[in-house]
Every structure is written in structure tokens, then in C-alpha cells.
């Protein structure tokens, strides 16, 4: 495909794309590729799968502190209670 110039990108976006481009040790046309893929529904989808964008608003809303804090008590309900899987003979 030829190239395409994009003007006036909000900073927010450009600071997504470098963040992920950073940390997944890619360039930024290739990490721009991918969120464009992502956003218009197209990347590895399942051609008979429906895809839901009824959620999306709520994405991205929780700043650092708030997630790890969810992670840490997502983290504490996943633990196994080894005495109450015990098998107990009848």
C-alpha cells in the first residue's frame, strides 16, 4: 500500500502509539498499523465471529493506581483454597 500522511494527531493518541511501539520494541508506523487494525475491528477476527463494541467507552477510564490495585484483589480471589478442594473419603 503507498503511504499515507496523517495530520493532526491528538498528543494523547501519539503518546499511546509511542508507549506501545516502545514496549513491544516496534516501530511507530508498524504500532500505528496495529491500533488502526485494532480499532476498525479487522485484526484476527473470525469472519463468522460478531464482534461487540457496546463496552468500548468504558475502556482505558482507569488511571495506574486503580489498576493494580484491581489486579492485587483480582489476585487475592483467584487463590486456591487448597483445604476446601480437598477430596474427602466417604
Do not use: C
Not at 29 to 56: P, S
Amino acid at each position: 500500500m503507498k503511504a499515507i500522511t496523517i495530520r493532526g494527531i491528538p498528543a494523547e493518541i501519539e503518546k499511546k502509539i509511542r508507549k506501545e511501539a516502545k514496549k513491544k520494541g516496534i516501530s511507530l508506523n508498524r504500532a500505528l498499523v496495529a491500533f488502526l487494525e485494532k480499532a476498525a475491528g479487522v485484526k484476527g477476527q473470525d469472519k463468522n465471529k460478531t464482534l461487540y463494541h457496546d463496552l468500548d467507552h468504558l475502556s482505558g477510564l482507569w488511571n495506574e493506581e486503580e489498576t493494580r490495585t484491581f489486579q492485587k484483589n483480582l489476585e487475592f480471589q483467584r487463590k486456591i483454597e487448597e483445604d476446601l478442594w480437598k477430596k474427602t473419603e466417604s
